[in-house]
């Protein structure tokens, strides 16, 4: 499928794409809703390709690192650094978040226990399974994407009867931060690029209203560079006809639909709740728990943490200005000086996708020309 | 005296700022000395000696491609090649767990000689360690290596136009051990790239001004580098970067770039424009140098002074940033 | 957030798990949200989970559509 990545192709759809805007009055922004999004932008060097074009690219809540608050990472921290025998599994750069009492990285943990980077939730069963000695719990955060493999997993624990495995849960969903951003009236967006495969399992519905009651374009896109472009093109068109909708550009992997087995093990394993987002605050039914039943792997139940909402916040961190995309990296006073990948003073520069850390590593260069 | 109540992390060993903000605030002023200062990988010293010191402390210790052993053997003497020394002499301190299975020392110590006869180097000195089960982890290797000067880098001689040489693949060392640590459930034919650079030392001869051999943090952290010390910005090709197929595979799935991975039998050179395709034959020409390329340039037009730049297979320009913590996996 | 790979199933074990080989490298892969996997099946892995099948007629189709508009625009 290399037509997804032939130089000709995206020079193509870049000519295309400049043609569509010259004839619009207003300026073009398009938000990339998914953190892999902004990354791919990034990393083929299409930001600045597309800025020539005539098409801004700003990035959203889309990041499970940026928008999880500090409060639940001090939770980890805790069970990390004052119990022993605890394994705290987590994914790779949700340990490099800096806290007030520092990062799951820097931390000294407690005698014998440690911190351990997974790839897949269901390493942090096997763990549980390894280890019978220890207290494995598992920092399980992500989106809709990530959701049911987090679901099934603890629904396996249950399945085995493991009593030293429980999961301290950050579920987001994206329709409902969409929603709180378009309300909030501050972002101003000519269309919205839809993360692919949060659409795998939500399918293509759940965006329809950001259509029908906002006016607001947006296309659902793939993660190969001309995936991109073609949706950003078929953003520009609904503009031009006047007519916004939710296109389907990566119809070879989203059912519009979804996948309703998997919505079917979030259903059985969790329900909704409201939920706190760094940046954007409460929002209702923006996040899902455990359900009742299954206390006894939701780690906060288990362990007994106690998380307050907004605790966490570190002043000074304009990061939930980032989210929402109200301002650039740069426009944050303490980027570049504070606030470094080295040392990073918030999630947005700690997150691999995270706008501030995409943006040092690989958008500073604005004036280059493209070969 | 003051009473620092800090401690030492694990990651004031990662390599990163922590790392080089240490030395530089602990290390060099406490042993003020010209010598020191370079901070290269191998002083130069009078007599035309050089002289480099590594400690091995990698987890596993037997990986698919090598072991422990070789890689103390070959990391000492590529610090050599590519600081312009043929390696000679090295020494063997060894510090053992107690309880490490005997089996498993007599196969690093037959590494080890393997690859001390495969470079040409002597081990003339070495001392050995027992400590209490729990105080290391199963062995740590300490090898200095002393070599005779043939070349020397020059900087100051580089111009826009000059070629950047990759001498092969890149990144399997990196991923065997990431492979052989971890439970990703990932089964990859990946073979670590453990080996002497020697071959690479008649190339100072016949027009290199620099060269490095590309470990922590890999090809982008070790061409940020060598820009930041250029009054030129630096440029490569994404699609001349020579990659194997398994690299390739096993990174994309575990989301990891290869630009940021480890090798230790790898080198990346800076050759005159006009002995550029010279050198590459002389590199291709070798086994351990298949898959060389000319993979960029010293540029003057693109970017700025210091940058290290990347064409994108797209034909998109982007700034390529060094290695700022650990590489980690991610699923997003 | 979405790092998702598409790779070709090798193996189906009973217990729903199972293994795919992408570029060679062969990962473990968990297929319980998904129906009638089956060897030789594309399929996306995120997390170690196999999430959805891949569509080889949409696929087509959108490799045309790029190529069309390649075309269009060397005119």
Redesign the interface.
């Given at each position: 499928m290399k037509e997804l990545r032939d130089k000709k192709i995206t020079h193509a759809l870049l000519q295309e794409i400049e043609e569509k805007v010259r004839s619009e009055s207003e300026p073009v922004r398009i938000m990339e809703v998914c953190g892999t999004h902004t990354m791919t932008v990034h990393r083929y060097g299409l930001k600045t390709l597309l800025k020539e074009a005539g098409v801004e690219m700003v990035s959203g809540p889309g990041c499970p690192v940026c928008i999880t608050p500090n409060e639940i990472h001090e939770a980890c921290l805790g069970l990390l650094t004052e119990k022993e025998n605890i394994i705290l599994a987590s994914f790779g750069d949700m340990t490099r978040v800096p806290t007030r009492k520092g990062s799951l990285q820097t931390a000294i943990p407690a005698p014998r226990s440690m911190v351990k980077i997974v790839y897949s939730p269901a390493e942090s069963l096997a763990l549980a399974r390894a280890h019978p000695d220890k207290e494995v719990v598992f920092f399980g955060a992500g989106f809709e994407t990530t959701i049911p493999s987090i679901a099934l997993t603890v629904k396996k624990a249950q399945a085995e009867n493991l009593e030293n495995y429980s999961v301290l849960s950050a579920l987001w969903l994206i329709p409902p931060a969409l929603r709180t951003i378009l309300e909030a009236g501050e972002t101003v967006v000519s269309g919205f690029l839809y993360p692919g495969h949060v659409s795998v399992i939500i399918g293509v519905k759940p965006y329809r209203f950001i259509a029908d009651e906002f006016g607001v374009p947006g296309a659902v896109a793939g993660f190969e560079p001309n995936d991109i472009l073609l949706g950003i093109s078929a953003i520009l068109d609904q503009v031009k006809k006047g007519k916004p909708g939710v296109y389907l550009e990566y119809g070879r992997v989203v059912n519009p639909e979804g996948n309703p087995v998997a919505r079917a093990v979030m259903e059985e394993m969790l329900e909704p709740k409201d939920a706190f987002w760094r940046g954007l605050g409460r929002i209702p039914e923006s996040g899902l728990k455990l359900r009742k039943r299954f206390a006894a792997y939701d780690a906060q139940a288990k362990h007994k943490l106690t998380i307050k909402e907004g605790s966490g916040d570190l002043p000074g961190c304009r990061c939930g200005e980032i989210l929402r995309g109200l301002i650039a990296p740069p426009e944050c006073p303490l980027y570049q000086k504070k606030c470094t990948p080295d040392s990073p003073f918030g999630p947005c520069m700690v997150s691999f996708e995270g706008a501030c850390y995409v943006y040092y590593k690989f958008g500073r260069n604005e004036g280059a020309k493209s070969h | 005296m003051r009473n620092d109540l800090r401690k030492v992390s694990l990651e004031l060993g990662s390599g990163g700022k922590l790392m080089r903000d240490f030395i530089s605030s602990h290390i060099v002023p406490a042993f003020k000395n010209r010598f020191l200062k370079e901070l290269s990988d191998a002083s130069h010293l009078p007599a035309g000696a050089a002289f480099t010191t590594d400690s091995y402390v990698v987890d596993p210790i037997f990986f698919p491609g090598g072991d422990i052993g070789s890689l103390a053997v070959n990391g000492t003497i590529n610090d050599l090649v590519v600081s312009g020394a043929r390696p000679r002499f090295i020494s063997l301190a060894l510090i053992l767990e107690e309880g490490l299975p005997w089996d498993d020392l007599e196969k690093i110590l037959g590494s080890i000689k393997r690859a001390a006869r495969r470079a040409d180097v002597l081990v003339t000195t070495g001392d050995t360690k027992v400590v209490r089960r729990g105080q290391a982890d199963k062995i740590y290797i300490n090898t200095s290596g002393v070599g005779s000067v043939v070349g020397k880098p020059r900087l100051k001689s580089i111009r826009p136009g000059d070629r950047i040489i990759l001498s092969g693949t890149l990144g399997e060392h990196s991923l065997a051990v990431m492979l052989a640590r971890s439970e990703f459930g990932l089964e990859a034919n990946v073979r670590s790239d453990c080996a002497p650079l020697n071959y690479l030392l008649p190339l100072w001869k016949k027009g290199t001004f620099w060269m490095r051999d590309i470990t922590r943090g890999g090809l982008a952290t070790i061409l940020s580098e060598l820009a930041e010390k250029l009054p030129y910005s630096v440029l490569i090709e994404e699609d001349k970067i020579p990659l194997s197929r398994a690299v390739r595979g096993a990174s994309e799935l575990l989301g990891i770039d290869p630009l940021y991975l480890a090798c230790e039998g790898r080198a990346v050179l800076v050759a005159a424009h006009k002995q550029a395709d010279l050198i590459l034959r002389k590199i291709k020409a070798h086994p351990q140098g298949r898959r060389a390329a000319i993979i960029g340039r010293v540029d003057d037009k693109a970017g700025k002074p210091g940058e290290l730049l990347l064409s994108t297979v797209t034909g998109g320009l982007r700034l390529l940033e060094p290695l700022t913590s650990e590489l980690l996996p991610r699923i997003c | 957030?979405?790092?998702?790979?598409?790779?070709k199933v090798t193996q189906v074990e009973r217990s729903g798990e199972g293994?795919v080989d992408?570029?060679?490298?062969?990962?473990?892969v968990?297929f319980?949200?998904?129906?009638n996997v089956k060897p030789g099946d594309w399929v996306?892995?995120?997390?170690?989970?196999a999430?959805?099948k891949?569509?080889?007629e949409?696929?087509r189709?959108?490799?045309s559509?790029?190529?069309e508009?390649?075309e269009?625009?060397?005119e």
């Open positions: - | - | 957030m979405c790092l998702g790979i598409p790779a293994k992408y570029l060679g490298t062969k990962v473990r968990n319980l949200l998904l129906e996306i892995v995120h997390a170690g989970f999430i959805t891949l569509d080889e949409e696929a189709e959108t490799l559509l790029l190529r508009i390649a269009k625009q060397g």
